[in-house]
């Protein structure tokens, strides 16, 4: 009788969706992502004004249709999610920045792919909270992240969200609550310190990530999913990590993880060997990980089974990850892509490219000779002139009439196309002609400001010893050991101009990749002299530098104690165009010589990878009398060099 009354009470349609789904049914949830987009909408370099296979949103849009059909045809539920770092990066995102009311172009994309949510990285901060906002008022998806709070009542992307989506099991569809959350690196506050300082507060990852799972499990979500823009590094949980993907996984009540960050592979022998990780099967701590790659390289897939506990809830009874990439490479490195540009998107993306193209190939000076990046770690770096050339200019005319203008003005500069992850195409590569604005951005690649430092001659023997770093220590009347540690970041090995010195890789790094010092007996950086006079350790510097530096970005810690000068905001690629352009004064310091080389080394060789275009150049370098030895997997060549 009981059962009778009820009946009455409730539809039949409501009476099924308040029984919970039968125990051990089970039901499948496809997690489809991406990561560090960096503004790579189209398979294009716009710095070599060329296609490349290797990038670009066009082709993982495909592989999301992929994958989605599949999903579509087996019943199987699919989310897309993206983990951030996606509107800063190519030319395209400078000049896709809307002033005309009209939604931001990878916002229109992210839209067009049906998103379902987006996390936020440290690079999308780049423009400034205005730009991200305006980018963001478009986004149909939510825009989530739970570790930057903001101190003004803007509330442009939410601390988490929960996806409700219905699931086939038993031949029905039942409900499924799907919790999502956001955290990026808190160093972005001192990366961007000039844009968010008094703006935003940014909590520790894995504190921030704990209150997000707890919220989320709270309001009920059977499933609750991380968009971690932090990579696999650290396996024990300290404060503030920059990586904490590994304890992150750790934590209770957390189901999966998309990483990014560190622009690698998860699975893949790239984090191989690392505790608590199968590089192989994607699980970390058992928690299925997946890192698809940057600029739309891979497409990341995680497939679910869930299993009904009879009352309501799911658990996870398997779960696989995958990673699709879009190309591959011949036997000799050459890449070729493995699906097409999607015909939508490239459609949607062509008056932006178009426009991108078109302003990239303004003239704005010519050059005697070319620049390339290859010899970078190595040999004279003209490039690295240039840019420190101009920043100085630019520095000197800021600073004159001041109490600063009295001491010496040096410049630092770093490269910013290195190959490494990015592979052997991504490297700085000017002719010798005019000089387009296109090469502007391929001196300097990054969205940074100019800044200026005092630093004493300790802190400046401190800083180089740093960026010294990148060398594996090489012993002396060997031959064939690796000469870069490829843990450190090209974009850390800075060299400053206005002064010489030389780099000893006999020796051991003094400092560690945090930078703590190893051991106060450790050198490699010998006959630091200013204007042939050895630079004492009290002596007085104003140095020229970017804000990623200034701000203490890759662990210079001798640097976290460095005055600042008072210098207007401004990208220092646009410094290095009107410096081309004529616009700042010729800098004394273009003419100085190029300011390191290696200590001499007695009959000793190391090897280096670079490049396949390098052999064009290979002249530069005779001195180091240079072997082609092979070339590796990535399309890297090698070659064996004398120290
Ligand atoms: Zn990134």
Same mark, same amino acid.
């Given at each position: ?117 987006? +996390? =936020? ?7 400034? !909270? ?5 980018? *963001? /008022?478009? $986004? @149909? ?89 932090? +990579? =696999? ?7 503030? !990590? ?5 304890? *992150? /996984?750790? $934590? @209770? ?391």
């Amino acid at each position: 009788m009981l059962t009778s009354l009820s009946d009455a009470k409730v539809s039949l349609d409501d009476q099924d969706l308040a029984q919970p789904c039968p125990k051990n049914a089970i039901a499948r949830l496809r997690v489809l992502a991406t990561t560090d987009l960096h503004m790579n909408m189209a398979s294009f370099d716009y710095y070599t004004d060329r296609a490349d296979p290797t990038v670009g949103l066009t082709r993982t849009a495909s592989l999301i249709r992929q994958a989605r059909a599949e999903a579509d045809h087996a019943n199987i539920t699919t989310l897309l999610l993206d983990n951030g770092d996606t509107l800063q990066g190519t030319p395209l995102g400078e000049f896709a920045q809307p002033d005309d009311g009209q939604p931001h172009v990878m916002v229109q994309a992210l839209d067009l792919l049906k998103y379902d949510a987006v +996390g =936020l990285g440290n690079h999308d901060f780049n423009f400034g !909270l205005p730009a991200l906002d305006t980018a *963001l /008022a478009h $986004l @149909k998806c939510p825009a989530v992240n739970s570790n930057v709070h903001r101190l003004d009542n803007q509330k442009s992307w939410v601390p988490y969200t929960i996806l409700k989506r219905n699931v086939t099991a038993d031949g029905q569809d039942w409900p499924l609550s799907i919790g999502v959350f956001s955290v990026l690196p808190p160093q972005a506050m001192d990366w961007d310190a000039h844009l968010l300082r008094g703006k935003v507060e940014i909590d520790d990852i894995l504190s921030a990530a704990q209150q997000a799972i707890s919220t989320l499990k709270a309001q009920g979500c059977h499933l609750v999913i991380a968009l971690a823009h932090t +990579g =696999l590094q650290e396996t024990t949980a300290t404060p503030n !990590l920059e990586n904490a993907a590994i304890p *992150l /996984a750790a $934590l @209770k009540g957390l189901d999966a993880i998309i990483a990014g960050h560190t622009h690698l592979l998860l699975p893949s022998p790239a984090h191989a060997g690392l505790k608590h990780v199968d590089a192989s099967t994607g699980m970390v701590h058992g928690k299925p990980t997946v890192m698809p790659g940057s600029a739309g390289s891979h497409l990341g897939l995680i497939d679910l089974a869930l299993i009904a506990d009879g009352q309501g809830g799911w658990e996870i009874d398997s779960a696989t990850t995958e990673l699709r990439p879009i190309f591959e490479r011949t036997d000799t490195g050459q890449p070729f892509p493995l699906v097409p540009e999607d015909a939508e998107l490239t459609q949607l993306i062509t008056p932006f490219h178009t426009t991108t193209r078109k302003n990239m190939q303004r003239p704005v000076g010519a050059s005697t000779h070319p620049f390339h990046s290859y010899f970078t770690y190595f040999a004279p770096d003209r490039g690295l002139t240039q840019v420190a050339v101009a920043q100085a200019a630019a520095l000197r005319a800021y600073i004159s009439g001041t109490s600063y203008a009295d001491l010496p003005l040096l410049s630092a500069s770093a490269p910013s196309k290195f190959g490494g992850r990015a592979g052997p195409e991504h490297y700085t590569n000017v002719p010798a002609g005019p000089i387009l604005l296109r090469h502007v951005a391929d001196l300097h690649v990054f969205p940074n400001e100019l800044h200026g430092l005092i630093v004493t001659g300790a802190q400046l023997r401190d800083w180089l010893e740093m960026a010294a770093g990148l060398f594996h220590q090489i012993h002396p009347k060997t031959e064939g050991a690796p000469l870069i540690n490829p843990d450190v970041p090209g974009h850390n090995f800075d060299v400053i101009f206005g002064i010489e010195y030389q780099i000893d890789p006999s020796h051991p790094a003094r400092f560690d990749l945090k930078g703590d010092l190893v051991d106060p007996s450790y050198h490699r950086i010998r006959n630091l002299s200013y204007k042939g006079q050895p630079v004492n350790d009290s002596q007085e510097f104003v140095v020229a530098v970017n804000n990623y530096r200034a701000n203490g970005g890759g662990h210079f810690k001798a640097l976290t104690t460095a005055r600042p000068v008072p210098v207007p905001s401004r990208l220092i690629q646009h410094i290095v165009r009107d410096y081309l352009m004529g616009r700042l004064p010729h800098d004394p310091i273009a003419d100085l010589p190029f300011p390191w080389h290696f200590t001499p080394q007695n009959q000793t060789r190391t090897t280096v990878h670079t490049s396949p275009s390098a052999a064009l150049f290979l002249d530069e370098v005779q001195y180091m009398a240079p072997i082609a030895l092979e070339q590796d997997d990535e399309g890297f060549v090698r070659y064996s060099l004398m120290l």
